[in-house]
C-alpha cells in the first residue's frame, strides 16, 4: 500500500462564509488528485461538521488569528502566546503525518508560514484580503509573504494588484474563486412564506459577516431613503457578527429602531439555506465600505439570477458588469445607491435582463471547473504527481 500524501491545511475560521466555501472546494480537490489533506481549524463550526461528515482528518486548535483588534502591546502579546502553542501543536501534527506541503488559508492564519519555512516545506498561501493597514502589519505580512511563498494565490486582480508591489521576490497568480451552483439554480417559488417575509414587495437582501467593512449600516441608509419613496419594497439582512463585532449588530437594530424601520426590514441572522434566501430576493445588493477582496456571495447572487448593485470595492469591480449583470456604484454614494436600485423597482424587465446575464457570466466565467483546473496546475507546481 503506498504511503499516503499528506498536505497540511490552515483554515482561519470553521464558518462558511467567503474563505470556508473556497476551502471547501480546495480540500475536496486535494482528495480527488491523491492527496490526503489533514486540516486544522481555529474553532469548531459548521466546516468542521461537514468536513467530518466527508471523513476528512480534521482537528481544532487556537491558530492565534491576527485581526486588527489585536495591533496593540497587549494583543500582540496574546497573539504570540497563542502562535507559539499552535507552532508546538503542529509540530506534534508533523510526527505523525510528515507533511509534504502546507496551505494556509488568508494572511490571518500565519504560523503555518513560519512553521513550514522552519522545516523547508513547501508553503501555498491563498490570499483573501485587501489589508489598508495599520502599516507595520501589511508590511510583516508582506515579508512574512515573500520568505515562505513563491507562488501565492489572489483571489482576485485587486488583491494581486494590493500585494505584488509590496513583495519582491514572490509572483501572485490570481484564481478567482468557483462553487458548485447546483442549488442557486432552481426553483424555491415559496421562499419568501418559508422566511417569514411579505410576499407582494420588491425584495432587496444584503448577506454577509457583520463587521466594519461590509456595509450593514450603509444598507440600511438606503433602505431608509427608499422605503419613504416605495412603499412596496423591504429589505432583509442576513448574517452573524464576527467575534468580537457584536457591538456592530447592536448599532445596526438599534439603527433600524431609530429610523423606524421595524416592519420594513427583516434581520434573519446567520442562515444556512443560502439558496433559498437568495431565491426570496428580487434584487442583490453589497455594499462594503472597505475594499472586498472577492465576495463568494456576489457568485452566489448572479447564479440565482439575482442583479447585483455593488460598492466599487476590490473584486466586486471585476464580478459585475456594470450596465449588464447590474450596477457599481461609489461607496459609501446614498445618492448613487438610491439612483441604482431605484431604475431596478422602476423596471422589471431590467431586473429580469441584468439577472439572466449575470446567470450567464457566472457559469462561463466563475465555473467550479476552471477553478479547479487552475488550482490543479498550481498544486503541481509544488508536488509531483505520484
Same mark, same amino acid.
Given at each position: 500500500?503506498?504511503?499516503?500524501?499528506?498536505?497540511?491545511?490552515?483554515?482561519?475560521?470553521?464558518?462558511?462564509?467567503?474563505?470556508?466555501?473556497?476551502?471547501?472546494?480546495?480540500?475536496?480537490?486535494?482528495?480527488k488528485e491523491g492527496y490526503n489533506p489533514v486540516v486544522l481549524l481555529t474553532n469548531s463550526g459548521p466546516l468542521q461538521?461537514?468536513?467530518?461528515?466527508?471523513?476528512?482528518?480534521?482537528?481544532?486548535?487556537?491558530?492565534?488569528?491576527?485581526?486588527?483588534?489585536?495591533?496593540?502591546?497587549?494583543?500582540?502579546?496574546?497573539?504570540?502566546?497563542?502562535?507559539?502553542?499552535?507552532?508546538?501543536?503542529?509540530?506534534?501534527?508533523?510526527?505523525?503525518?510528515?507533511?509534504?506541503?502546507?496551505?494556509?488559508?488568508?494572511?490571518?492564519?500565519?504560523?503555518?508560514?513560519?512553521?513550514?519555512?522552519?522545516?523547508?516545506?513547501?508553503?501555498?498561501?491563498?490570499?483573501?484580503?485587501?489589508?489598508?493597514?495599520?502599516?507595520?502589519?501589511?508590511?510583516?505580512?508582506?515579508?512574512?509573504?515573500?520568505?515562505?511563498?513563491?507562488?501565492?494565490?489572489?483571489?482576485?486582480?485587486?488583491?494581486?494588484?494590493?500585494?505584488?508591489?509590496?513583495? /519582491?521576490?514572490? %509572483?501572485?497568480?490570481?484564481?478567482?474563486?468557483?462553487?458548485?451552483?447546483?442549488?442557486?439554480?432552481?426553483?424555491?417559488?415559496?421562499?419568501? /412564506?418559508?422566511?417569514?417575509?411579505?410576499?407582494?414587495?420588491?425584495?432587496?437582501?444584503?448577506?454577509?459577516?457583520?463587521?466594519?467593512?461590509?456595509?450593514?449600516?450603509?444598507?440600511?441608509?438606503?433602505?431608509?431613503?427608499?422605503?419613504? %419613496?416605495?412603499?412596496?419594497?423591504?429589505?432583509?439582512?442576513?448574517?452573524?457578527?464576527?467575534? =468580537?463585532?457584536?457591538?456592530?449588530?447592536?448599532?445596526?437594530?438599534?439603527?433600524?429602531?431609530?429610523?423606524? *424601520?421595524?416592519?420594513?426590514?427583516?434581520?434573519?441572522?446567520?442562515?444556512?439555506?443560502?439558496? %433559498?434566501?437568495?431565491?426570496?430576493?428580487?434584487?442583490?445588493?453589497?455594499?462594503?465600505?472597505?475594499?472586498?477582496?472577492?465576495?463568494?456571495?456576489?457568485?452566489?447572487?448572479?447564479?440565482?439570477?439575482?442583479?447585483?448593485?455593488?460598492?466599487?470595492?476590490?473584486?466586486?469591480?471585476?464580478?459585475?458588469?456594470? =450596465?449588464?449583470?447590474?450596477?457599481?456604484?461609489?461607496?459609501?454614494?446614498?445618492?448613487?445607491?438610491?439612483?441604482?436600485?431605484? /431604475?431596478?423597482?422602476?423596471?422589471?424587465?431590467?431586473?429580469?435582463?441584468?439577472?439572466?446575464?449575470?446567470?450567464?457570466?457566472?457559469?462561463?466565467?466563475?465555473?467550479?471547473?476552471?477553478?479547479?483546473?487552475?488550482?490543479?496546475?498550481? *498544486?503541481?507546481?509544488?508536488?509531483?504527481?505520484?
Amino acid at each position: 500500500m503506498p504511503k499516503p500524501r499528506n498536505v497540511l491545511f490552515l483554515q482561519s475560521s470553521s464558518e462558511l462564509y467567503g474563505s470556508g466555501k473556497i476551502i471547501l472546494q480546495v480540500l475536496r480537490l486535494y482528495r480527488k488528485e491523491g492527496y490526503n489533506p489533514v486540516v486544522l481549524l481555529t474553532n469548531s463550526g459548521p466546516l468542521q461538521e461537514i468536513l467530518a461528515v466527508e471523513d476528512f482528518n480534521v482537528y481544532v486548535q487556537n491558530l492565534g488569528i491576527l485581526r486588527r483588534k489585536y495591533v496593540n502591546p497587549t494583543g500582540l502579546l496574546n497573539r504570540l502566546s497563542k502562535n507559539l502553542k499552535a507552532y508546538r501543536f503542529l509540530t506534534k501534527l508533523h510526527q505523525k503525518y510528515q507533511f509534504e506541503l502546507v496551505y494556509s488559508n488568508t494572511l490571518a492564519v500565519i504560523v503555518g508560514a513560519y512553521w513550514a519555512k522552519r522545516r523547508q516545506i513547501p508553503h501555498v498561501w491563498h490570499i483573501h484580503e485587501i489589508l489598508q493597514g495599520p502599516l507595520p502589519l501589511v508590511k510583516m505580512l508582506a515579508a512574512m509573504l515573500d520568505q515562505s511563498t513563491a507562488k501565492p494565490i489572489a483571489v482576485s486582480q485587486a488583491v494581486a494588484d494590493h500585494w505584488q508591489p509590496l513583495l /519582491k521576490k514572490s %509572483k501572485i497568480e490570481v484564481i478567482h474563486n468557483g462553487i458548485p451552483y447546483g442549488e442557486y439554480l432552481e426553483d424555491y417559488p415559496s421562499a419568501k /412564506k418559508e422566511l417569514g417575509l411579505p410576499i407582494s414587495p420588491i425584495t432587496f437582501g444584503m448577506i454577509g459577516r457583520i463587521n466594519p467593512g461590509k456595509g450593514q449600516l450603509f444598507f440600511l441608509e438606503l433602505a431608509d431613503q427608499l422605503s419613504k %419613496k416605495y412603499p412596496n419594497t423591504h429589505f432583509i439582512l442576513v448574517g452573524d457578527p464576527f467575534p =468580537g463585532y457584536e457591538s456592530i449588530l447592536e448599532e445596526i437594530k438599534k439603527e433600524i429602531r431609530d429610523k423606524s *424601520l421595524e416592519t420594513r426590514v427583516t434581520y434573519l441572522g446567520f442562515r444556512e439555506d443560502i439558496p %433559498k434566501v437568495m431565491a426570496a430576493l428580487d434584487v442583490f445588493v453589497l455594499p462594503s465600505i472597505l475594499p472586498d477582496s472577492f465576495p463568494t456571495v456576489i457568485l452566489e447572487a448572479m447564479a440565482a439570477g439575482k442583479p447585483v448593485v455593488a460598492t466599487q470595492s476590490g473584486g466586486a469591480s471585476e464580478m459585475v458588469s456594470d =450596465g449588464e449583470t447590474g450596477f457599481l456604484i461609489p461607496i459609501s454614494s446614498v445618492e448613487k445607491g438610491v439612483d441604482a436600485l431605484e /431604475k431596478l423597482i422602476q423596471d422589471i424587465e431590467l431586473r429580469q435582463r441584468f439577472g439572466d446575464a449575470g446567470r450567464k457570466r457566472v457559469l462561463n466565467v466563475y465555473s467550479l471547473e476552471a477553478f479547479e483546473e487552475k488550482i490543479k496546475t498550481h *498544486l503541481w507546481l509544488h508536488l509531483k504527481k505520484s
